[in-house]
Each structure stands twice: as C-alpha cells, then as structure tokens.
C-alpha cells in the first residue's frame, strides 16, 4: 500500500443534524444514537488523526433550516470548506430565488434533493423536478445524487442524459452490492456505472461502503473490486473520498473507508491519490481558495 499519510485530505461527504432546529423524517429511534444532535465539534479529533484537513458538509434535510444549520457550522469551523445544501427543485420559481441567495455565499457549493425518500422512484425525472435541475446545469451548481435503490442508477444515468452540462457527483458510488451472491446486481451496477462514466461531467464518491463491523478478506475483496472498477471507468480525477459521518457510525468507525480506498488501490501515483483525496473536491464543487487553504494550512 502507497504510504499517503502526508496527504492534505478533503473529505467529501460529512454530515451534521439537529433535531431541534426541524425535522428529520428518517431520523428515528432505529437509528439511535445517532437520533439527537450530531455537531461537527464530536468529529474533530478523528478528523485530525486520520490527517483529514477539510470537509464538504452535505444536507440531511429537504428544508431550508438544515442548509442553515450546515452554513452556520461552516462559519464556526475553519475546517468547513463548502456546504451542499437543499433547494425545492420541484419548485423552480422557488428553487430560482433560494439558488440566488445561496450562490452569493462562496461556502455554498450544490444542491442535494432526499430522492431516495420519494414515495415515487422517478421523482427526480418529473417534469417541476427536472426543470429545477436544468436551474442548476445553467448556474454551474452541481447535484448530488443519492442511488440508494439498485433501480435508482437508471434513474442517474437519465438524468445525465438529459442534462449534459450539469455537474453530477454519484454519491456512495452508487450502492454497489457488497453482499456475497450479488453477482447479478454487480453486472448492472457495472453497466451503469459505465453509461454514467461515459458522461465527462458525471463523477462519484467513494464513500458510504459499508461492510461488516468485522469484515472478511471475500467482503474486502469485493469492494476493492468495485473501487478498482471506479478508478478505471472514471479515472481518479472524477473520483472523490468521503466519509458519511456520523451515518458511518453505524456500521464502522470513522477512517475505515479511508483505509480500505487506500489498500484497494496500492498501484496509484502521487497525482492520482491528491485528485481523489482533495484535488477532484476542489474542482467539481469549486471549493473557495481562501477557505481551502486556510484549512489546508
């Protein structure tokens, strides 16, 4: 394994909450105990040993209170290099002005939409839906996407279709599937991996692939397979690290993800680890210089 301990490390994909400032429907007692205020302030020092310098913190609540809360945490925390935050995309004249409001803050980097909490699968593709997105293709604002759903990837790579020029990021690599015996499913996340990687403005995230608390070497095997597969579809300049905390915490201790992206990747030059654990962070979301180096210090 490359040693890449001296590494400046963005991670792309951290979150926080508090439900006193609004609601979170799925976050309920299941999900204890994570189910009370989750700041950013509890993650520091494991940010810190793991050599992680910045972090892009992304929405947990189609609301507005929820962008708040994280534009608040930025200006708290040094370490907050930009905010993904909501705007109603369903809504375009509403989506219009929040987006107006938003952009005029240089911590303020793209959008996120719940979709996999959408009764209806193909919310993303309705109409209202779907003209919000054509508001972030023609600000230049890019959109997370979150396929939590095997279904959902179709869904991506529609979306992509539709939108050539909107900056894309997959969020968890699109939910392959870890489990032993899903070599089916494995085959269509393949393909439609490749339809997404085929779209220069499509990138993924290298986060939320979880194991079990004590994975297996055929477990590691398979997702080491399936980052292997990233790397070579989009090249590690469309790829980016992130950590899904706290919801890691629910199946890993923070800094695991880290280390299997970089055990799974041990041929991969200089150049290739600072796109995936900074530099494509940077890029795609146009992270703010100041702020960048002043974490990055």
């Not at 050539?164 to 991996?193: I, M, N, S, Y």
């Not at 608390?213 to 992130?242: C, S, T």
Request: proline residues 7%; aromatic residues 6%; glycine residues 8%.
């Amino acid at each position: 394994m490359q040693d890449t301990s001296n590494a400046k490390i963005i991670d792309s994909h951290t979150h926080v909450w508090n439900p006193s400032r609004g609601r979170y429907p799925w976050l309920t007692p299941e999900l204890s105990p994570l189910d009370r205020a989750m700041t950013l302030a509890e993650l520091l020092p494991d940010l810190a040993r793991h050599g992680v310098a910045g972090v892009v913190l992304v929405q947990s609540a189609d609301a507005d209170f929820d962008t708040d809360l994280m534009l608040e945490t930025a200006q708290a925390h040094r370490q907050v290099v930009g905010v993904v935050g909501w705007v109603p995309l369903d809504q375009p004249a509403r989506a219009a002005a929040r987006l107006a409001r938003l952009t005029a803050n240089p911590l303020f980097v793209g959008v996120r939409n719940l979709i996999h909490e959408q009764p209806d699968p193909q919310w993303i593709l309705s109409a209202e839906a779907d003209a919000g997105l054509g508001l972030l293709e023609q600000a230049g604002v890019p959109f997370d996407f979150v396929a939590a759903r095997p279904e959902a990837m179709a869904v991506a790579v529609e979306v992509a279709r539709r939108h050539p020029d909107l900056h894309l990021v997959l969020d968890h690599l699109g939910a392959p599937p870890l489990a032993q015996g899903g070599a089916l499913r494995a085959e269509q996340w393949l393909r439609d991996v490749e339809a997404l990687a085929a779209r220069p403005r499509v990138y993924a995230k290298l986060s939320g692939l979880y194991l079990r608390r004590e994975p297996d070497r055929a477990g590691l095997a398979r997702l080491g397979g399936f980052i292997g597969a990233a790397v070579e579809l989009f090249g590690p300049r469309r790829l980016m690290y992130g950590g899904d905390w706290p919801i890691c915490l629910l199946h890993e201790p923070y800094g695991r993800t880290l280390d299997i992206v970089r055990r799974s990747l041990p041929n991969l030059d200089d150049p290739g680890w600072d796109d995936i654990l900074s530099a494509t962070a940077a890029r795609v979301y146009g992270l703010d210089a100041q702020r960048l180096a002043a974490a990055l210090r």
